[in-house]
């Protein structure tokens, strides 16, 4: 607040100093954003990095029904600042992040006085800016139509996109020079109202220069009381749009001054692994408003979840479907046999987790309501706090502690947001009284209420209003179908991970070919951590004989790789525990394998087809290193001299079989040690759609 009061004061003394354009230099000068007008006092800026275009002349500007910041507008520059901090995160990929940038604060003001600020600040790994529309006579209540941010690119760039949807990110990329876009990109949609019409993609948006070494990053920071950005793409022009999810009155936001809108992000490097590296979107979200934050126990998990993918099983314990409106009563129902939520399978599952380490067991299907799905059309579906006849909930949280295993709570919504937020308190309540600590939600189906989007302004303040009230009872969120997150973790840490993209199980469904996992960290997880669900071992779904025919598109090796390429505070371990005795001892790295991390090292990298890791246990002085391919073979060569100097280590390889392929041969994997230290070099075949994974330890 204090600060806030400071920095009016700043622009009240700074606001007669006009500026015709501005240029703001990142801290090591190779990044100059410039802002000014066009002569008709259109709001423009541009991009350049190492006197490169990175993004050509654009427009800037917000249409709402109350006022146009499009054009006659004059620019004033009102303050400048530079910050260089270190913080420490809850959790994640270091223990400590520098957030080092220079920033100003422009206003651009119209005939009649009205102004809006933007707020800029370069990084050495990209930009962020943002619209602020200051406290002012004149302006109070804004119906927001658009906004006009545009980003126009310096060349017939290569992009890795999915297509623009309100409703779902659960789609594959299309990798391809925007030129050629339209022809390439096919054309899934959550449901035909949730398409954005003609050429669209989401972001986090990947693109690559097609000449010279550049990578740049269009996203989010900070996606607060706004609607989710896609992009419009004119191919022709060689520009992207901003395209706000609106409600469907076509309304993008109902804001009231004074306001920010989130951050849009530009991050940039000559190197792939330069955009793996970058910290810029944390670093433009607010800090945590949680203090005492030692109940967010990061932690890997199993669960009651995979049996139902695999065919046959239900989430539901009846098959009687329940159709009478207003009826929630669903203990008299008949049981379908197939229910693996009962407490028998519910123990085998903690007596698993228990022997292995594993500290945590995901039960879904557990509660009251999955009869009705789709029961969207009625006003309630789920319980939240009334589980099925066959689930001994309080029974086996007593056996769960007594194994020092920890049950995690799963809240499906079918998207029935309004309803959630009835339930809430007492859901949380719920999960207190028994001891559950961390909940997964999900919104799968139609938002409820339907005027609304899984990325509209209401939708992203219900996801954060859940987090807030999370946090409230000291309980950590996993959210499924949420809108795509933008680092938002930072200012809620105990909302640790999302889906937002299409997961792994998706292995399930027609499979994920390899070069997705090669491209979504480039993508979905600079937003903040997925749950992908790694730790496939059985990826032939035919040999359950219940229907699925189903193959998951990868080797064993490759699974255990991505607990490093994708990494999440909230991992899990998505296969059956039949399935890991098989192969005790590939399982032994899911056990051994940390989800906190102190240090972090992107080797090698070009987005869809290789990714090299190195990562530092937060909590030992192990290092571990992940490599992945696409469908193509490859030798990853792996340089250690990240380590430090003068000690050795015993690597343990965890790699494909010389005979491995994702398709014909995905369990062959082969195990061997070795002795590395910092001058140690080695080279790893990396099978067809495969992997690799290490561990070191240090030699005592
Ligand atoms: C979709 C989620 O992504 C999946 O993990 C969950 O099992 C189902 N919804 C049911 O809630
Ligand atoms: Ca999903």
Redesign the pocket.
């Known amino acids: 607040m204090k600060k806030t009061i400071i920095a009016m004061a700043a622009m009240c003394m700074a606001a007669s100093a006009s500026a015709a354009g501005y240029t703001l230099l990142s801290p090591d000068g190779n990044i100059s954003f410039n802002i000014g007008t066009t002569a008709t006092g259109t709001p423009v800026y541009d991009v350049t990095f190492k006197g490169e275009p990175v993004v050509g002349e654009s427009t800037l500007g917000l249409v709402a029904d109350e006022f146009k910041f499009t054009d006659g507008l004059a620019m004033t520059v009102v303050a400048t600042d530079s910050v260089d901090e270190t913080w420490q995160p809850v959790w994640g990929e270091t223990a400590d992040i520098r957030n080092n940038y220079n920033e100003v604060l422009v206003s651009f003001a119209d005939a009649k006085g009205l102004t809006v600020n933007v707020r800029a600040r370069a990084f050495d790994d990209g930009v962020g800016f943002r619209y602020e529309v200051p406290e002012q006579r004149g302006l109070n209540y804004a119906t927001l139509r658009g906004e006009d941010t545009q980003f126009a690119l310096p060349a017939d760039m290569t992009m890795y996109v999915i297509p623009g949807d309100y409703d779902s990110d659960e789609f594959l990329y299309t990798v391809a020079p925007v030129s050629q876009l339209k022809e390439k990109m096919p054309n899934p949609r959550h449901t035909e109202s949730s398409r954005i019409p003609g050429l669209a993609a989401q972001t986090p948006l990947l693109m690559k220069h097609p000449e010279r070494p550049l990578y740049v990053n269009i996203h989010e920071a900070a996606l607060v009381g706004y609607p989710a950005m896609a992009v419009e793409i004119d191919a022709d022009a060689k520009v992207l749009k901003s395209h706000l999810t609106p409600d469907k009155n076509g309304v993008r936001a109902y804001l009231q001054a004074p306001f920010v809108t989130p951050w849009r992000t530009i991050m940039i490097g000559d190197e792939a692994t330069d955009i793996l590296a970058s910290q810029l979107i944390y670093n433009l979200n607010e800090p945590s408003v949680i203090e005492d934050t030692s109940w967010i126990v990061p932690r890997k998990f199993v669960g009651v979840?995979w049996e139902?993918f695999t065919g046959g099983k239900t989430?539901a314990y009846s098959d009687k479907y329940n159709a009478k409106p207003g009826v929630t009563d669903y203990s008299a129902l008949p049981s379908n046999g197939r229910h693996p939520a009962n407490t028998e399978n519910v123990k085998r599952y903690i007596d698993f987790a228990a022997e292995n380490g594993i500290p945590g067991v995901l039960v879904?299907g557990w509660n009251e309501g999955w009869e009705d799905w789709g029961g969207y059309k009625k006003n309630r579906q789920f319980l939240f706090d009334k589980p099925y006849p066959d689930f001994d909930l309080e029974g086996l949280v007593d056996y769960a502690n007594s194994k020092g295993v920890k049950l995690i709570m799963?809240h499906?919504t079918a998207a029935n947001a309004a309803d959630y937020e009835r339930q809430l308190d007492r859901a949380f309540d719920f999960m207190n009284e028994h001891g559950y600590d961390a909940v997964?939600t999900?919104y799968?189906g139609h938002v409820i209420p339907r005027s609304e989007y899984h990325s509209s302004q209401w939708m992203v303040d219900h996801y954060i209003n859940v987090a807030q009230k999370a946090a409230d009872h000291k309980i950590m969120i996993d959210s499924?179908?949420a809108v795509r997150p933008t680092g938002l973790m930072r200012t809620y840490p105990n909302w640790v991970a999302q889906?937002s993209a299409r997961?792994g199980?998706f292995e399930s469904f027609g499979g994920n070919p390899p070069s997705h996992t090669a491209i979504l960290p480039f993508t979905r997880l600079k937003g903040g951590p997925m749950d992908y669900?790694p730790g496939l071992f059985e990826m032939d779904l035919s040999s359950y004989g219940q229907g699925n025919t189903s193959r998951g598109l990868t080797t064993l090796a490759r699974q255990l790789a991505l607990y490093l390429t994708m990494p999440s505070p909230l991992q899990m371990a998505c296969d059956l525990p039949e399935n890991y005795r098989r192969f005790p001892d590939a399982f032994q790295f899911i056990k051994d394998v940390p989800v906190e991390w102190r240090d972090s090292r992107y080797l090698e990298a070009e987005p869809a087809e290789y990714i090299t890791v190195a990562r530092l246990d937060k909590n030992s002085d192990d290092w571990y290193v992940g490599t992945i391919t696409n469908e193509n073979a490859r030798k990853a060569e792996i340089d250690f001299s990240f380590l430090p100097k003068g000690v050795n280590y015993t690597a343990t390889i965890y790699q494909d079989g010389a005979d491995a392929d994702y398709l014909a041969n995905p369990q062959s994997y082969k195990i061997s040690t070795k002795k590395v230290n910092s001058k140690t070099r080695l080279k790893i075949d990396v099978a067809p759609g495969g992997g690799a994974a290490i561990r070191l330890v240090p030699v005592k």
């Open positions: 979840w139902m989430w879904e799963h499906e997964k999900g799968v499924h179908e889906e997961g199980e669900t």
